[in-house]
């Protein structure tokens, strides 16, 4: 069965850093757009970043900007979200999903989602 498998998530201490992983099981990433979404209790999912099939396009937030990094392996066929210095603000469940491109890493751009992985930033 394909899907998207989400990983790397977890508790840090505000500062701190968590590198999460998106995979593709059961099928290949390399022709896909990829964005990470994060969604807080009580709040809409929201883009936070998302890299081009080939890697050479990629957009951030404004709140991420600078601390967090997008990159891919479509050898490992895998999209990589590095995320440090972290804050409290940044505690939420993240999510990657797949389209077949991106303008601007809108929830409604993308329709192939994962589970998600829960990110837990203490102060």
């Known amino acids: 069965q394909s899907r998207l498998v989400e990983s790397g998530g977890g508790l840090v201490q505000s500062g701190g850093s968590l590198r999460l992983a998106c995979e593709g099981s059961?099928?290949?990433?390399?022709?896909?757009?990829i964005g990470w979404f994060r969604q807080a209790p009580g709040k809409e999912r929201e883009g936070v970043s998302c890299?081009?099939?080939?890697?050479?396009?990629?957009i951030y937030a404004d709140s991420v900007e600078g601390r967090f990094t997008i990159f891919r392996d479509n050898a490992k066929n895998t999209v990589y979200l590095q995320m440090n210095t972290l804050v409290p603000e940044d505690t939420a469940v993240y999510y990657c999903?797949?389209?077949?491109?991106?303008?601007?890493?809108?929830?409604?751009?993308?329709?192939?989602w994962g589970q998600g992985t829960q990110v837990t930033v203490s102060s």
């Open positions: 999903a797949a389209a077949s491109g991106f303008h601007d890493c809108s929830v409604d751009e993308f329709h192939y």
């Open positions: 059961g099928f290949s990433l390399a022709l896909d757009a």
């Open positions: 890299i081009s099939s080939s890697g050479a396009s990629t």
